[in-house]
Structures are given as C-alpha cells and as structure tokens.
RNA sequence: GCCCCGUUCGUCUAGCGGCCUAGGACGCCACCCUCUCAAGGUGGUAGCACGGGUUCAAAUCCCGUACGGGGUACCA
C-alpha cells in the first residue's frame, strides 16, 4: 500500500495531562510508522498561547516514552513556527482566498438572529475591504460550491459539501494563526503522508483540505480517523469527566507493556484473536484498514486482566526489581524490604497481583513492624463469631504453645497450625492468619511466616489473644 | 436545529454473501483444585437495533427508521 515509507505524526495540544485516548493515537501512528518503516513525528499543537503552558510539554513526553513510542524528529513546536504560518495567510490574502473581517461573535449572532441564518459566520466582511489591524481576524473565503471528498482509510468516502462550511477564521484577533493554518502547513512542510487522529477531528478535515488547495501544496496526506475511545457514560474520554491520566495509571502499577497492549486491542485486533502479545507481533500485523469504526469502551478491567498476565509472565527476578522500584516511586517504602524475602515469595505475589498496588495489602504485613490494629481487632471479632470466640482462644493458645518450640520453617509451621485445627476440630488457619498479618486473606501463609521472626509472630498472636479476652 | 460518523453477547472484538445452530477474550455464575485469597482447569450466561428490499442464499450488499456519538469557537 505504501510505496514510499510514511510519515506520520503524533499532534497532540498541551492542554494538561496526556490521557488514555491520546495515548491511543500516539500509539496507533507509532505502529503504523513502525509496520512500514516509517517515521514517527512529534509535533506539540501549541497555536494557542494561552492554553500552552510549558509544564504541560512534560506532560506529553514523560507518558510517550513510558510508554515506549519514542518519536524519530520532533517534537516541534507550533508555537516557534509562526511565521510560517502567518506567511500563509499573508498568500491567502493576496489571491484573494482570505479576507479581513472586523465582525465580533456578538455581532454575528445578532445579525442571525434576526436574518435567522443558520450557517455560522454570514459572509459579512467577505467583499467589504475590511483592512487589516489590531482585533482583526482572518477568514477563508470557502467555496460556496462543490464538495471535499476525502477517501478514509478507516471509514472510506466521506464527503462535505462547501456550501455547509462557512468561512472560518484562519487568524485571530490577536495577529496568532489557528491549528488549521498550521495543520496544513506543518503536514505539508513535514512530509507528512498519513493523518492518523481521532473521529473528533473529522469534521475540521475538509477546513485544512480547502486550505491546502488554496496554497497550492500538492497531493494531500492520506487521512485515518479513528473511533473514539469512550467511558462508560459512552461520552468522549475527556479529562473533565473521566479519570484516565496516564501517570495514575502508571501510578497504580499498569506496566507500559500491559498498557500499549490494551491500547492496542482498541479499535483493532490483530486477525488471529491472539490478544496478549508482544508490541513488535501487533506491528507486524498491524493494518489500518482493518481499524473499526465504532467508538469502544475503556475497560479497565481488562486492562487489569491483562497487566496481571504481564506480571505473571514476567521471571521471579524481574518481578522483584519492578516491585522494588515501584515502592520506591510511590508512597509506601516498607520499612524493612528485604529483597530476599521478596525474591521468595515472587510467585505466590505474582499470581496475585494484577496491578503493582496490590502488592501493598499482601506484603504489609511482613516488611513492617506492626500491622493495623483495627483490622486485626474487627476480623478477629468477625470471625470469633462464625466460630465462637472461645474457640478461636483455644486455637491461639494451642498454636502460641506448638509455635514456642516446633522447628522454624514452612512445613513444620504447617503441621502446627492444622494439627491445632485438627485436635480442636476448628479451622485454625484462619484465626492465625488474621493475628499474624491482620487480614482475613492474603498469601498462603506459612512460607512468609517462616521468613520472619519467630519472637514476633509469637508476639503478634500474644497481641491477637489478649484482644479476645 | 444543521452537518458528519456509527450500530455483532454487559464490555472489547472475529465475521468482509453460503464454512454461523454467530467464534474468542474480559466480566459474571457454578464446579474442580486448595492453609485463606488468588492462579489454573472444566462448564455455563449473554449478541447480529428495527423494517423493507437485492439474492437460490444476508450478521455480511442497498434503502429507510430508531437509537447512540462527534462537530457546529478568534480550542485543538
């Protein structure tokens, strides 16, 4: 499909933080880029001074290189290209494709109010010789008649008649061009073959074709709208309604591998069904035609489903260098983490942990001194109930005796715990699991507590006992 | 309102005229396994929006209707 290898570019505003649905188109040029030996361009859309703010540019990059789509040039900035764009307008003007217009909102909308003209800006200006100063805007002189056929490669023709566009200002009041401006002449200016974006740009296309053509810049790029990725309102994901910073996913321990892979799965399948793999086979099959075209739900249980299989998948050692790092990024550093006891128990915290803040709960109890006491107290209570409290007193009583004096390792902690079970016919694994790590479930208990000490297991069940009494 | 786009299980999807009594995955439910919880295994639940065409044959093509979404700014 492509003779000459693309290049394709990633145009987000900086607006505040990078969210899940960008990411989603980050990454979808990304593999397009990738599949065909393309070139994959950052391009920061910040026509708009008053929205860019400089911390928002980190913003943008932090996510995309946690994620992994590293941009081969850029990223540009819209903002020191100007000149550019203004010498575009400067050319619209002169043959007659643009004009000065001096009309406010509120002038237009009171004059439609009253014409009862339905068509955005009425055409007011378009032959009045307004000229240019201060608060004066530029508007395209937009056919009245014909259509832009633009050919998608995801939702194929999609036609807009001219008469429906209304002249649209190219350059504000304040002397700054607008996106389209810059998008026809960045696209141009960079080569750009393939326009890969959200539905929600789709109607602003046949704006930047028109002016494309006006600008006499050849063949256009190729254009691919992709659906939306919506919440489960079904609306738009948009910052103000949903959570979906990417950062508070990084922050919950979503691994980037586990998050482009979703990403992936959005819009698109690759053609076997396989849905967990590895990024390089999504780019060897990736293939924009076969994108959907309906808007799909983020679904953050799956998300989670699959970041559990990535952890799982991962060798015990690497299980625990990420874990490690995520404590140290994040807001609970266990007092005592001892990397050893964490290289033990990998497996059994691998099966359950679908996302790094898991981990928390689980380990809790083994790298700080103390657990939480009202935990401990009310699950003691909670079940004191289900088995009557005595016996859950005799089975602490029984289990601190064996405990004193049995061998300090896994089996014969076993042994212990459900030969007290057995003798006083109650569940004994439970009560002890509650004294010693404060929750009612959690790892299986017996290797951790061999890693630990047994003066203060002993301890803890002293503490649990007395609570009873 | 107007313009544009869309519609297969609750969700993500496979399906591009016969292989579909519609397949997979997540979720959910049940059972097995089991020191709790998981993981794993087995089974189950549930869908082609509706109405007309075209065709020997339609989830697949066409036209309407309904519903949903996007856009309609001196935001991008």
Avoid at 313 to 322: G, K, M, N, S, Y
Avoid at 375 to 382: G, I, M, Q, R
Avoid at 429 to 435: D, K, N, S, T
Wanted: with cysteine.
């Amino acid at each position: 499909m492509a003779l000459e290898s693309p290049r394709v570019r990633f145009a987000p505003a900086p607006s505040g933080y990078l969210h899940v649905g960008s990411a989603r188109s980050a990454l979808f040029n990304w593999l397009f880029a990738k599949r065909f030996s393309g070139t994959f361009i950052l391009r920061i859309e910040d026509t708009n001074a008053d929205l860019a703010k400089p911390e928002f540019y980190q913003a943008i990059t932090t996510p995309l290189e946690w994620l992994g789509l590293r941009w081969d040039e850029g990223p540009f900035y819209q903002s020191e290209r100007t000149e550019k764009y203004i010498e575009a307008v400067a050319n619209l003007i002169d043959s007659k494709l643009a004009y000065c217009c001096e009309c406010t909102r509120e002038e237009i909308d009171t004059r439609n109010k009253e014409t009862g003209f339905q068509g955005g800006y009425d055409g007011y200006c378009r032959n009045r010789e307004v000229s240019d100063g201060p608060g004066i805007t530029i508007r395209f002189m937009t056919p009245k008649t014909g259509i832009v056929e633009i050919d998608d490669l995801v939702r194929g023709k999609v036609e807009f008649q001219n008469s429906e566009l209304e002249d649209f200002v190219i350059r504000r009041g304040n002397g700054t061009p607008v996106f389209l401006v810059a998008n026809a002449v960045d696209d141009a200016d960079m080569r750009i073959t393939h326009v890969i974006r959200g539905e929600d740009l789709l109607n602003t296309t046949p704006k930047v074709i028109l002016l494309w053509e006006a600008l006499d810049f050849g063949k256009p790029p190729k254009y691919a709208h992709l659906p939306l990725l919506v919440g489960d309102d079904r609306k738009k994901l948009s910052k103000r309604r949903h959570s979906v910073a990417l950062s508070d996913f990084r922050n919950q321990g979503i691994l980037p591998e586990a998050m482009t892979n979703y990403l992936a799965l959005l819009g698109w399948g690759p053609p076997d069904e396989k849905e967990i793999r590895p990024i390089q086979e999504m780019i060897d099959l990736f293939d924009l035609e076969n994108v959907n075209k309906s808007p799909a739900f983020f679904d953050e249980k799956k998300l989670r489903h699959i970041n559990g299989e990535y952890i799982r998948a991962l060798p015990p050692e690497d299980f625990v260098t990420l874990a490690i790092s995520y404590f140290e990024e994040t807001d609970w550093q266990p007092t005592n983490l001892n990397r050893q006891a964490l290289a033990i128990l990998a497996p059994d915290l691998q099966e359950r942990t679908e996302i790094l803040a898991d981990l928390k709960p689980l380990v809790y109890w083994i790298f700080e001194e103390n657990i939480p006491e009202e935990t401990n107290e009310k699950e003691l209570k909670k079940i004191g109930k289900a088995m009557q409290s005595e016996k859950v007193a005799e089975v602490l009583d029984l289990v601190i005796t064996q405990l004193k004096d049995c061998s300090w390792d896994e089996n014969s902690i076993g042994e212990v715990i459900s030969g007290v079970g057995e003798t006083l016919s109650a569940k004994s694994q439970v009560p002890v699991r509650i004294a010693v790590t404060g929750r009612r479930i959690g790892l299986p208990l017996y290797k951790p507590m061999a890693i630990l000490e047994r003066s203060l297991i002993i301890q803890r069940l002293i503490d649990a006992r007395s609570k009873l009494a």
